[in-house]
């Protein structure tokens, strides 16, 4: 058969070390731009294809951030601040309770109560102190 081919992925093994080469030779090549040496045909070759992969993948917009703030369930939030003030807690030290419970910032907190203030206290009462 002509052309036929079989290809296998590399073993873990085989990738670990075909990564320690190529890292090995970037270094290598970064040493002699450094110390201002003649590179050969293939560190050459190399350099090239490294900066031109690394250019390419460059994007012109901000990322976004990898992390994201925590979520919280907006009914427990609400549920909670309820519970709160019917215990007498004012709003603001409610809100700030609960930013510390759920380990997110009182705007979060706010959001939830906003979102599902309303269910809660059609479930468990007004959220105001019990006089």
């Known amino acids: 058969m002509k052309n ?7 073993t873990a093994e085989e990738y670990r070390d075909n990564i320690r080469r190529q890292k090995a030779m970037a270094i290598r090549i970064a040493e002699k731009l450094r ?11 190399f350099a090239v294809f490294a900066l031109e992969s690394w250019a390419k993948k460059l994007v012109e917009t901000m990322p976004k951030p ?5 979520k919280v369930n907006h009914s427990s939030v609400a549920r909670d601040y309820v ?4 215990d007498g807690v004012g709003a603001n030290k409610a809100k700030e309770t609960l930013a510390v419970e759920y380990g997110v910032d009182i705007d979060t907190i706010s959001n939830a ?3 599902k203030g309303k269910d809660a206290e059609a479930i468990y009462g007004p959220a105001r102190p019990k006089k």
């Open 83 to 86: 519970l709160l003030r019917q």
């Open 35 to 45: 110390d201002k040496e003649a590179l050969t045909e293939a560190e050459s070759s």
């Open 113 to 115: 109560i906003d979102k």
């Open 66 to 70: 990898k992390h994201r703030p925590p």
């Open 4 to 10: 036929a081919s079989l290809q296998f992925p590399p």
